[in-house]
């Protein structure tokens, strides 16, 4: 996992010299960009994780697919957010979660379920440690519709961040790319319903 942790912050980086980013007035730790790229980089590591459990626990090539996508770009994706953090000489986890979201915009989390205290509160949509259990232990059909259910409520649960980065970050490669989660995650929870619903399974409450 460290391989692999600094291979993302050295693709990240360098991706991130190639746009400019981290030159000059590097944000703060406590603010949107850093926040949201810390955050961030928390959720889609167990999007992820559940994503990379379908080559050996699904027969399904549509899910086995669009696993294989989500591994994908949320893997490129965090390490864009974890190599713009270490060109701002801020560490990549820690802090309070979503406190980013908070402040002078007015914006209100604790109607998302965000914790009020450290970092270790669940982000909207993640799954519980029972519910990663649970995941680890299916195969066949029922892990489909399992994946299926936590990964529509997991991308749900970054729509809010996403979008409220893509509006109020103040590097602008980074509210692109927020832009961008935003509405790639919005047409995959389409699809992903559309799935679930073939496959005979009804999603979890919306977080």
């Known amino acids: 996992m460290t391989v692999i942790a600094l291979g993302l912050v050295v693709l990240g980086g360098g991706l991130a010299v190639a746009l400019g980013i981290g030159r000059d007035d590097p944000p703060s730790t406590d603010s949107v960009d850093a926040g949201f790229a810390r955050d961030m980089s928390a959720h889609h590591l ?3 994780e559940m994503a990379n459990l379908a080559a050996d626990r699904s027969q399904d090539p549509e899910v086995r697919q669009l696993a294989f996508d989500i591994s994908s770009t949320q893997t490129n994706q965090v390490g864009r ?4 953090l270490t060109l701002w000489g801020l560490s990549v986890s820690g802090g309070q979660s979503m406190a980013w979201m ?18 270790d509160s669940l982000m909207p949509g993640m799954a519980t440690e029972d519910e990663m259990a649970e995941l680890r232990g299916l195969t066949g059909s029922a892990f489909d519709v399992q994946f299926l259910r936590l990964m529509i409520r997991h991308h749900q649960g970054a729509k809010d961040m996403a979008e409220y980065a893509a509006a109020n970050a103040a590097q602008p490669a980074l509210a692109t790319l927020a832009r961008t989660m935003a509405e790639t995650q919005t047409a995959e929870v389409e699809t992903m319903t559309d799935m679930l619903a073939a496959r005979g399974g009804t999603p979890l409450p919306a977080p």
């Open 46 to 48: 167990q999007g992820v």
């Open 81 to 84: 957010m974890q190599g713009w």
């Open 102 to 119: 908070n402040g002078a915009s007015g914006h209100d989390m604790s109607s998302m379920g965000a914790g009020s205290g450290v970092a």
